[in-house]
């Protein structure tokens, strides 16, 4: 594929778990050669597995050919040398999210993609210009932010940087429309636009529970009927990690210096006893016996 906006054809996705899994998925049934990087071996083994069990789903819904799937899975490539990058357009981070982390994969992707291609980041909350300030071109450095389940959700939050050039920015909204999703723009300020809005709504549940305002499942069963979401708060925070919540939380309330966003006392303490959410069975609610 080549388009003369975004101008990008292949496109490499440095972490393979579930967002950078999905944004690989997304980008190789959109048409782009997509590789996907991972330190762990196991790590891109469970997401090519996941790949092949999606892309049959998809077959099976007829959402897709089989001709479709296969050719998806032979746009896609899987790798644990950062090297085998070299040859992408476009680099979006997916790794976990944590500032020094990421910095350490910009500047090794600095270092190695010396040309003109766009150094993405799919990070919810950490500072775009603090991720590019670990690169020698923090002009070509760019938030985006896909939701979970990437395959699913259609928005892409387009984040600028302080120092982020217009062009890129333009390529990168051309690029996510081209991958099937919408893209809208927003500025880098902590939680950008939709965890700075979402984050607190689901805090607040929290506090409402641990205040006794009502159950967890009244608060859940409130909230989405009453407001027409698809899952209630307490049910969405469980989905996205309890963990991420509270860490999102700690971002927003440093990056706006304001406590008032620190995490509720009961999800700190659920984080504190395992309690994450889907990921361990068990968070605000139990998932054990499904
Ligand atoms: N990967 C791929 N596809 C998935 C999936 C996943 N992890 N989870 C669900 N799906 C697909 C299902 O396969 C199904 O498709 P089929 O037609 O093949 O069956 C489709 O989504 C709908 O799923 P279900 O019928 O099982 O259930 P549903 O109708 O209740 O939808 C949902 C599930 C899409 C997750 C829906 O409940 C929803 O939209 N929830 C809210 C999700 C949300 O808010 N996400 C954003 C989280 S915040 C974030 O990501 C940003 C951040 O920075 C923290």
Redesign the pocket.
Known sequence: MHNTTHNITNVGVIGSG??GG?IAQVAATAGFNTTVFDTSPDAIARCQA?HAK?LA??V??E?MTTDQAEATKARLTYVTDLDQLAGSDIAIEAVVEDAAVKAKVFRGLDDMLKGDQVLATNT??ISITEIASATKRPERVIGM?????????KLVEVINGLATDKAITARVISLAEAMGKTAVPANDRAGFV??RV??PMINEAFYAWMEGVAQPEHIDAIMKLGCN???GPLR?AD??GLD??AH?MDVLAEGLCNERYRPCPLLRQLVVAGRLGNKTAHGVFDYSAS
């Open positions: 579930q967002m999905g996941t999606l789903r998809a099976e819904k959402r919810s909350s932010h896909f939701f979970y389940p990437v395959p699913v959700m939709s965890n979402l984050m979401f698809p899952m969405l989905f996205i991420t919540c999102i």
